[in-house]
């Protein structure tokens, strides 16, 4: 919160500007205050050349640019002066009037001009060159810029961001702040981005009852939507009228009230198994779906002529000899159209791949292969030789669909062109993106999934992998036979010990797998630095941007990312005057920094090469290439593919020198560095050690206190995720119902 008597005021006319986002309302501006030039940073959306500002902020320092003036809030009037008034029409503010027609108005009417254009727009006529038509154009678009400077205003006295004001209006237009005064609860909306605790306080400000069905409603949504965001798909109809008991304040039977009507209108569905559940619509509509084109895929199979001989001649051009479950898997994979292998590090799980690859295409299908991140993507191609992309670039996304939910290019009307889909890293993929792929695969389609439902579930609603796994309906081969080669890695037996509930060695000095005894937050946060940016370079030749990654439990707490993170950034890229660096909320980027993309982005563009496309994803790690502070742009380089971002696009993306487990799922790093000591008990759970003991491929040192370690092997408490998947295959194929 900013001090406000700290705040200064400043009056000056708007001289020019030098950049805005016209999606965020950001801007950067050149204020004439008195006989100075002063530049001004801030939410300054549809600002224009000659209007006059009062900014109320304070003056900042910034490294490359000097002093600035970072505006809290403005409030705007329009020019009032001939000479003003002239700098704001000939901009181009209102549609219609450029620089020789501005200057036929102001001659003509001088310090009146704009109060002609809004009240007597008749007497336009008085200048060459209108005609009564055209002078009633440019009085509708005058009102329409000074209305929208009306509710703009209006809407930012009720408290909302100039980002949240510019989707508002886009929404509602001019009707934009009537609608929110009347309903507040309105701008609990994706797109506009205001929560329901905000939405409160701008009801409460405005007298507005609490016990108004308006309320009511947005409460339900926010309880379950918030839950999307841990992973459940519904949520049991008595947890959700507890917690909208807790976020209104509000009674039982009020709460119920609201929940059958919303049921009886189909804002919510209701699945019961033993008691009900609630869902969003397009989750109940998404699981349903998944179940029902399982189902049907379940009733076709394929038989080649002699699958043993086949495998056979894979065996011989491949110079393998395949474990009788991998045997099997091969034979299962082609003979079913759906199927999933499984298998933890060491089992031979690339290895059946590989095969079951070859054998599609010599059989003359047509094979494409996909992942949920563009980190595992890149390492199944590398691993299986084939061209792998994403999940959503093979799908395409639909750029133009608009609304919230995300919609591709494939889909029952225009499915892909192959026969064949394989999907790895598969406890990764929440429901809507399975559903998707689902609707974009051709009748008759194989398709292949390969995971490790051990690792932790995907960080969307959902928890695909392993409800099919548990519905036993669904033909799989697990791969669980370590083979010798492995068997070496401490990194891959470790995996299995933690998985079968077993401590992992930790006394070996001399393998894949390390563990350095520290005992307080300081120690182990000051080894981790050291190893990251010293030891380990100096001792094995490796990089700490490209090959160690430090990973923690957690975001917070004395050992997290949000720790860590600036203290590997000050050791590994400290400032320098020719490193120009920005700082947006409490993180500064440089350039050189390595960094994550915490959200999916479909639109934004990158660059390879001769190669040009859209969109980086959640997860995907970057360098800052360079960082424009005229143009006000960061250009991020993701594996080569180089991105360019506005600064206030920065929300997008984290400093990446340490990252949570979570956000390393799909990733392998040759070294990985992990602490383990405090922190909160239900983050340090077996399938998290689990998940980030096998995202390093090389090596592995963990940093803290063994107890701490053991606590995590014993406890197998997983995350309760609310799906209703698991009950709906069954119900599919088995007939079961409870």
């Not at 320092?61 to 809290?72: M, N």
């Amino acid at each position: 919160m900013t001090d406000e008597a700290s705040l200064q005021k400043l009056d000056g006319v708007v001289d020019h500007v030098v950049y805005t986002n016209a999606e965020t309302g950001f801007g950067v501006i050149e204020l004439a205050v008195g006989s100075e030039l002063l530049t001004a940073v801030g939410d300054f959306h549809g600002v224009e050349v000659g209007e006059e500002l009062s900014l109320t902020g304070k003056y900042v320092s910034h490294p490359t640019y000097g002093q600035q003036f970072k505006a809290e809030m403005f409030e705007r009037r329009l020019p009032a002066t001939a000479s003003a008034i002239l700098r704001y029409l000939s901009s181009g503010a209102v549609k219609g009037i450029g620089p020789v027609l501005a200057r036929r108005l102001v001659d003509r009417f001088g310090d009146d001009t704009l109060h002609i254009l809004e009240e007597n727009p008749e007497r336009l006529t008085e200048v060459k060159g209108i005609s009564p038509q055209k002078a009633t154009v440019l009085a509708e678009s005058f009102r329409r810029v000074f209305g929208v400077r009306t509710v703009m205003l209006s809407l930012s006295q009720l408290g909302l961001s100039a980002a949240q004001g510019v989707q508002a209006w886009k929404k509602w237009g001019l009707l934009a702040a009537d609608a929110v005064r009347e309903n507040p609860y309105l701008l609990c909306d994706e797109e506009i981005g205001v929560t329901f605790p905000q939405a409160d306080r701008i009801a409460q400000g405005l007298s507005l009852p609490m016990n108004s069905r308006n309320r009511l409603r947005a409460a339900v949504l926010y309880v379950i939507t918030a839950n999307l965001n841990n992973g459940h798909t519904c949520l049991p109809r008595d947890k959700v009228t507890h917690m909208v008991l807790q976020v209104t304040g509000l009674d039982y039977d009020q709460a119920e009230m609201m929940l059958d009507l919303m049921l009886e209108s189909g804002e919510l569905l209701c699945y019961r198994r033993g008691k009900e559940f609630l869902f969003l619509p397009e989750l109940l509509l998404a699981e349903q779906y998944i179940a029902e084109r399982l189902a049907a895929m379940l009733g076709q199979s394929f038989h080649a002529e002699d699958m043993d001989k086949l495998i056979a001649r894979l065996e011989r051009e491949q110079g393998i000899h395949y474990a009788a479950l991998q045997k099997k898997a091969i034979r299962e994979a082609y003979e079913n159209q759906v199927f999933i292998l499984t298998g933890g590090p060491g089992t031979g799980k690339t290895t059946t791949l590989r095969a079951i690859i070859a054998l599609l295409e010599q059989q003359g299908q047509r094979v494409a292969i996909a992942a949920p991140t563009g980190r595992a993507a890149k390492r199944l191609s590398e691993v299986t030789g084939k061209d792998a992309g994403t999940v959503h670039r093979l799908l395409e996304v639909d750029r133009q669909s608009g609304g919230r939910l995300l919609q591709f290019q494939h889909h029952e009307r225009n499915p892909l062109k192959v026969d064949a889909v394989i999907i790895d890293e598969m406890s990764m993929m929440d429901t809507m993106l399975f559903d998707a792929l689902l609707r974009a695969l051709r009748s008759g389609a194989r398709l292949i999934l390969v995971g490790d439902s051990d690792q932790l579930p995907s960080v969307g609603a959902g928890n695909v992998l392993k409800d099919m796994l548990d519905s036993d309906c669904i033909p799989s081969v697990a791969l669980t036979e370590i083979f010798r080669q492995a068997a070496k890695s401490l990194i891959v037996t470790n995996a299995h010990h933690i998985v079968a509930g077993e401590n992992p060695v930790l006394d070996v000095t001399d393998r894949d797998f390390f563990f350095l005894t520290r005992h307080t937050p300081e120690t182990v946060n000051q080894t981790v630095v050291e190893l990251a940016a010293k030891r380990l370079p100096q001792r094995y030749g490796i990089s700490p941007f490209e090959d160690i990654q430090v990973l923690s439990p957690s975001r917070k707490g004395a050992t997290g990312i949000d720790i860590l993170n600036p203290m590997l950034q000050q050791r590994l890229n400290p400032p320098a005057e020719n490193k120009p660096q920005v700082k947006y909320g409490h993180t500064v980027f440089r350039v050189g920094d390595k960094v994550m993309q915490v959200r999916n982005n479909y639109d934004i563009v990158w660059k390879k090469e001769n190669e040009k496309g859209v969109g980086v994803y959640n997860g995907d790690i970057g360098r800052i290439l360079s960082i424009d502070r005229a143009a006000n742009t960061v250009t991020v380089s993701f594996d080569g593919r180089t991105a360019e971002y506005a600064i206030e696009q920065l929300s997008e993306l984290e400093l990446a020198y340490a990252a949570t487990v979570h956000k390393s799922q799909g990733n392998e790093f040759p070294a990985v560095i992990l602490p383990i000591l405090g922190g909160y008990d239900r983050l340090y759970f077996r399938n998290l050690l689990y998940t980030a003991v096998t995202r390093a491929r090389q090596m592995l040192i963990l940093v803290g206190e063994k107890e701490r370690v053991e606590f995590m092997v014993k406890n197998n408490l997983r995350n309760l995720r609310y799906t209703g998947l698991k009950y709906l295959l069954q119900q599919e194929v088995l007939g079961k119902s409870e």
